[in-house]
């Protein structure tokens, strides 16, 4: 960290949902940067419970977010999380939360994002009237209430989500508005996802921050920029039975965020014979 570039740096960080509590502690002690808060209204790029849609894709959208906070404060260097909550990409029955870091240096024209997918997520909802008092409480269990918020809006029509809910009795009262307010009597119950109430997520947010941060604390060995790092895998590793090629990864590639870099270190070991398209075709 003593050659970190962004040592005293002050980078402005994009949130109204207190990611700074994830990310100042490792970037900080990574790379000697600091974060002041840009309070700049990130709903506007989007919210999880529907009344604003996200204008483009995720890793748009975090490096979009970041320049927010930037011009918000007039910092040249800016940070953003974003998340999605979905199937997983390569498990599609299960829930993940694949959640983005950007850093934006308009010093030197940087722009890095890192991503993690995790499985950790408490991402689930239900439709209920709110009569089945144990269904319920098995989903507020479920999503580790109250410890993580939740938030209830009507299954149909307009009406405004009630977010941040942590007490039984007002999740119970905006069951009962909402589903009176909807065509079809009914109310969505779903887990808050938003950081500030959601520690699971926070959790993850921070594990994309430790990427970045190491990430950004790697010089390309080319051109000495910042941001080396993991950017893909080629498959093809051998089957331990046949040697044929399989799906699974066999070289690991690296790339530079500058410049067109990139090195590949092999996958030591040898590939699931059942995985193998000749031994278990
Ligand atoms: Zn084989
Ligand atoms: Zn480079």
Redo the contacts with the bound molecule.
């Keep these: 960290m003593e050659d970190s570039p962004f040592r005293g740096v002050v980078a402005c960080l994009a949130t109204m949902h207190g990611k700074q509590w994830a990310l100042r502690p490792l970037l900080r002690r990574g790379l000697g940067m600091s974060l002041r808060v840009a309070r700049v209204d990130t709903d506007a790029l989007g919210t999880f419970t529907g009344e604003v849609r996200r204008p483009g894709s995720a890793p748009e959208t975090v490096v979009r977010k970041a320049r927010l906070g930037m011009a918000a404060t007039g910092s040249p260097v800016g940070l953003a999380s974003e998340g999605a909550f979905g199937p997983h990409p390569a498990v599609p029955w299960m829930s993940a939360d694949v959640e983005y870091v950007a850093l934006v240096d308009d010093r030197s024209g940087l722009t890095v994002v890192e991503r993690v997918v995790s499985l950790e997520t408490n991402h689930g909802q239900v439709v209920t009237d709110g009569r089945d008092r144990p269904a319920v409480l098995a989903f507020l269990r479920r999503v580790g209430f109250p410890h993580h918020a939740v938030v209830v809006q009507p299954a149909t029509g307009p009406g405004r989500p009630d977010k941040g809910l942590r007490r039984l009795a007002d999740v119970l009262g905006a069951l009962r508005r909402a589903s009176a307010d909807s065509a079809d009597g009914n109310a969505v119950l779903g887990a808050d996802l938003r950081a500030h109430v959601n520690p699971t997520r926070m959790r993850v947010i921070a594990t994309a921050g430790r990427l970045l941060v190491r990430r950004l604390a790697t010089a390309c060995p080319a051109c000495g920029a910042p941001g080396f790092g993991p950017v893909g895998a080629e498959g093809g590793l051998p ?6 090629a399989t799906r699974h990864d066999a070289l690991l590639v690296s790339g530079c965020a500058r410049c067109a870099y990139r090195s590949r270190r092999p996958v030591t070991g040898r590939a699931d ?1 059942a995985s ?1 398209p ?3 075709p």
């Design positions: 089957c331990r039975d046949c040697g044929a014979p193998c000749r031994c278990n």
